[in-house]
């Protein structure tokens, strides 16, 4: 009732904050940030347009026909109060197309709220001329109609992923009750954390809704996966018992394991999380407080109603399985796996390295790019609307905006030569041709602003070079050489540019925190270096492999067809550090699991080779289980019909599954083995294993006897673990 009760307060102080959505100026970087805030100053900032495209609904344009649903147009939106003027109609070049452009008040955040009255006129114009095709496109409407279709993919996805999260549970358990006590507990984590975000939003900005995708799919991975070790432990613990003790005190046996596990992963998710903050970047704080705040939330329930909830369930969640006697939770087909990589350790260790180094390859020749409208998906009407207005209309695309703010003194010379500029772009094929370049200048005179139309995708070769060519040639050329000035180069393409240079410049930085954090947490959890420094790089050799299949699917067009995509030939420029984050708390979740389980068996003497079979076996089924949970979350994902959200799903896919196989199979227990007894620096073990101070200390494990009824018999693998 009081998780309940968390989970209502959460949602309702949410709700009565509000979400604080980012304005325009929280998304400035770099140079070409700067040229917005030199815009802002001057308001020479380009107001919101939408366009209204007319053509053929077949064959040929009917000129007249076309000329009065322009007219008509016109006249449905010059009385909208979000509408300050309604342009004359532009014929495209062929004569294939007519064009109203329309300007709205307000920025491009106001125009979002603005544009739905637009949409309606439209359509409205569409239902009385039939026989043309009439449609709207713009920031707005795009904007609009790509979170739309996300939002409804994301219900879809979420409609596949609980069944199917479900369905792998009760395999797993073979009880309805224990299959939805994770999923539930998910959920209500996945409801908290939203809640909460809205609180966190007023201190790191709302990036439009970017972080909710993230939120459900991280709170759906940790927080079943921290339910799911709870439970499987519980188990476990009595079937280690046969059945002799109760729900009650299995539950506390795997509180005082599995839970403190629990706790060392949530820490190390949320730190790897807590590294986003250091790119500076509203989109990647925001991502980062919603994870963190579901993460922490998973954690907290794992710990609070979860162990209630089983002890107060009892043998209901036993379902029609009967508890084992005697069971020793470890699984035979690892068991049987892992003999041949004891036998020889250092030659798996070495096909392991190999089959790392294969699939990171390609990550060397990664190309990053901004998504931008041209990867936006054509399902969305705005979207497919644009391409074609673009295909008649080449300089209402992707632009060009240089900023000029000059002193008194050299304000005529600069604008002066803002206008050479301009000349000498005419005839120049790297920039349109089918308009006029404008010069804006400021009520003071001393800004002054040029849009320079690019025919091209702001993603594409030629996109950049028409970049390299106004910063590295024009400009120091023309106003770049007025003395008393400041240039700078803003648009699509120039921002795309500088947020991947801003990227590259933070992203050692945040691999650094990353790391010596994870380094941290791994040294508080098994107080060993070794073991600490092996997690950080199982963490990146992890990372490396979905940074390599990122780029070998997605910037080729083999895969196109299967996962529903085409492809722009980049990886999305924000995709490397969210998979490294999200990765590196993942992987080291599964890593503090199956070292714990490891450390155990040391801790009753066995030897490290012998633990190293011992503990991997013993959590190969809750460990396995959680990956095909997070796979099949992960999975869903490709659902979105969004090539950003599916480069997570693959990437995060493919981690789990090489983390949770060949990491688990083939590196760890091979580097363990060499290392033997090493591993435990600065520990000591004796001469047949068994670490000092058992059960002494945070990293020792429980007194089990203390929670046994007078006369049970402890199974050999119980005593002293």
Excluded at 355 to 376: D, H, Q, R, S, V
Excluded at 438 to 453: H, K, N
Excluded at 530 to 551: E, H, P, Q, R
Excluded at 648 to 667: Q, S
Aim: glycine fraction near 10%; proline fraction near 4%.
């Amino acid at each position: 009732m009081g998780w309940l009760l968390f989970v209502v307060v959460c949602v309702g102080a949410g709700a009565a904050t509000g979400t604080n959505k980012g304005e325009f100026s929280d998304f400035w970087i770099g140079e070409a940030g700067r040229a917005e805030s030199i815009a802002a100053a001057g308001k020479l900032t380009p107001p919101p347009v939408e366009q209204i495209l007319i053509t053929a609904g077949r064959g040929k344009l009917d000129t007249a026909a076309a000329q009065d649903a322009a007219r008509d147009v016109s006249r449905r939106m010059v009385d909208l109060p979000a509408v300050v003027s309604v342009a004359k109609p532009a014929a495209a070049r062929d004569k294939s197309a007519l064009m109203v452009a329309v300007t709205l008040r307000g920025n491009k955040e106001t125009a979002k709220e603005d544009v739905d009255a637009l949409l309606k006129q439209t359509e409205a114009v569409r239902r009385d001329h039939g026989e043309l095709r009439i449609e709207q496109t713009g920031n707005a409407s795009i904007s609009n109609g790509v979170n739309d279709k996300q939002g409804q993919d994301l219900q879809r996805t979420e409609a596949i992923s609980l069944p199917v999260t479900f369905i792998i549970l009760f395999v797993v358990f073979g009880s309805v009750l224990a299959a939805g006590i994770p999923l539930l507990l998910a959920l209500f984590a996945f409801t908290g954390a939203v809640g909460l975000y809205g609180l966190a939003s007023w201190i790191t900005p709302d990036a439009g809704g970017a972080a909710l995708s993230v939120i459900f799919m991280l709170g759906m991975a940790v927080g079943v996966d921290y339910s799911l070790f709870y439970l499987k432990r519980a188990r476990e613990e009595r079937e280690r018992t046969g059945g002799t003790i109760s729900h009650a005190t299995a539950v506390e046996l795997a509180a005082a394991t599995s839970g403190r596990a629990v706790v060392d992963s949530g820490l190390a998710v949320a730190l790897a999380l807590g590294g986003l903050y250091l790119m500076d970047d509203v989109i990647f704080s925001s991502i980062a407080s919603g994870a963190i705040l579901v993460t922490l939330v998973a954690v907290a329930g794992s710990l609070t109603v979860l162990p209630a909830l089983l002890a107060k369930l009892a043998n209901r969640t036993d379902g029609r399985r009967k508890v084992r006697r005697g069971g020793t939770g470890q699984s035979r087909v690892w068991t049987t796996l892992l003999r041949p990589v004891m036998r020889r350790p250092l030659a798996t260790l070495l096909i392991g390295v190999a089959a790392t180094a294969a699939l990171a390859l390609p990550a060397l020749n990664m190309k990053l790019g901004t998504e931008g409208k041209e990867t936006f998906p054509d399902s969305v009407p705005a979207v497919a609307t644009y391409d074609r207005m673009t295909a008649a209309y080449p300089s209402q695309g992707t632009a060009h905006l240089v900023l000029v703010r000059s002193d008194a003194a050299h304000a005529g010379q600069a604008e002066s030569a803002l206008r050479r500029l301009a000349d000498r772009t005419r005839g120049d094929q790297l920039f349109a041709q089918d308009s006029e370049p404008g010069v804006r200048m400021s009520q003071d005179g001393r800004t002054a602003l040029l849009r320079l139309p690019v025919p091209y995708a702001e993603n594409s070769a030629e996109g950049e070079r028409s970049l390299e060519r106004l910063r590295d040639e024009l400009i120091p050329a023309t106003v770049g050489a007025v003395a008393g000035t400041e240039t700078t180069v803003s648009g699509e393409i120039a921002y795309g540019a500088d947020y991947a240079a801003h990227q590259a410049e933070r992203l050692p930085w945040v691999i650094l925190f990353v790391s010596l954090a994870t380094l941290a947490v791994m040294y508080a959890a098994f107080r060993s270096v070794v073991m600490a420094a092996l997690g950080v790089l199982l963490n990146l050799t992890t990372v490396l492999v979905s940074w390599g299949v990122l780029t070998l699917v997605f910037q080729g067009t083999w895969a196109q067809g299967l996962l529903g995509f085409d492809s722009t030939g980049f990886v999305g420029s924000r995709m490397p550090l969210m998979v490294f984050a999200i990765l590196v708390g993942l992987s080291t979740d599964y890593q503090i699991f199956v070292v714990s389980r490891i450390k155990e068996a040391v801790r009753r003497g066995v030897p490290t080779r012998e633990a190293v079979v011992d503990g991997v076996a013993g959590s190969a089924s809750v460990v396995t289980s959680a990956a095909v949970i997070m796979v099949s979350v992960f999975v869903s994902f490709l659902f979105i019909d969004r090539i950003e959200m599916k480069q997570l799903a693959v990437g995060l896919t493919v981690a789990v599954l090489f983390d949770a196989v060949v990491l688990r199979a083939l590196i760890l227990p091979s580097a363990m083995a060499l290392l033997g007894e090493r591993c435990w620096w600065p520990l000591r073990t004796g001469g047949t294993g068994g670490l000092p101070g058992a059960g002494e200390g945070r990293g020792a494990a429980p007194d089990e006897d203390r929670f046994l009824p007078t006369g049970t018999a402890v199974p050999g693998g119980l005593r002293g673990a």
